[in-house]
């Protein structure tokens, strides 16, 4: 079957304008995360479903970023006055429903590009 | 808190060389899974392994090794022979809480 998709693969937007980077899981994917990985770092936890509800958005870096999953299905990831450092790439990823301790396989998409000019 | 480091930024080697990829971590969960990840420079994360904390069986997968100590927090992984398909950067990570917490990662390029 498919696997994650993200859309688009590239975003160049200007400071101060406002982006939505889609997600889409695979089907029947109860679980859904965003992750952001900065150049030369690794993926950074943003936020976690669970069907619809966000989990844990511990990760989100401050109130300019928001994400939704409306449906329980493809979720989408808003920043608002985009700043030059959120320049990175924005994985999302899916797995049926874990567990806190016991771990189901998190299937990742290819990442959408984020340019700040 | 939930950590994982990987000391080693960037490692250069000929091929053929074996070569160790070193990773520490830190955790309170009694339970908890480690993994490793090669991103190719095509970008997409691609899982190699995963071990859960009961389980202290080195594993051994064609030229891929892994070394699990929970002595020293450190989950170690050894390339024998290497090949230039193998130049990437490899990610060492933890899941706690529902989320993968990753190193920083380390490049390793394999010269011919």
């Known amino acids: 079957g498919a696997g994650v998709s993200q859309t688009p693969s590239n975003k160049v937007t200007e400071k101060g304008k406002y982006v939505e980077l889609r997600c889409d899981p695979i089907?029947?994917?109860?679980?859904l995360y965003w992750y952001r990985q900065s150049l030369g770092q690794g993926p950074e936890f943003l936020i976690y479903?669970?069907?619809?509800?966000?989990?844990?958005d511990s990760g989100l870096p401050n109130d300019r970023f928001f994400a939704v999953r409306p449906e329980g299905s493809v979720s989408t990831l808003k920043i608002q006055r985009t700043e030059r450092g959120d320049s990175a790439v924005y994985l999302c990823?899916?797995?049926?429903?874990?567990?806190?301790?016991?771990?189901?396989?998190?299937?990742f998409g290819p990442g959408t590009r984020l340019t700040v000019l | 808190a939930q950590k994982v480091t990987q000391a080693q930024t960037e490692i250069s080697v000929v091929e053929k060389e074996d070569v160790t990829l070193d990773c520490v971590y830190e955790?309170?969960?009694?339970?908890?899974?480690l993994f490793w990840y090669k991103q190719p420079p095509s970008g997409e994360l691609v899982f190699l392994i995963r071990?859960?904390?009961?389980?202290?069986q080195n594993e051994i997968s064609g030229r891929y090794s892994w070394n699990f100590q929970k002595s020293t927090s450190s989950f170690n992984f050894t390339i024998t022979a290497s090949q230039v398909v193998d130049s990437a950067v490899y990610f060492c990570?933890?899941?706690?809480?529902?989320?993968?917490?990753f190193g920083s990662g380390t490049r390793l390029l394999v010269r011919p």
């Open positions: 990823a899916s797995s049926s429903s874990g567990t806190r301790n016991y771990y189901n396989e998190q299937f």
């Open positions: 955790t309170r969960d009694t339970t908890y899974y």
């Open positions: 990570a933890l899941y706690s809480s529902y989320k993968l917490i």
């Open positions: 479903f669970q069907g619809t509800g966000a989990a844990d």
């Open positions: 071990r859960n904390s009961f389980d202290e």
């Open positions: 089907s029947g994917h109860t679980a």
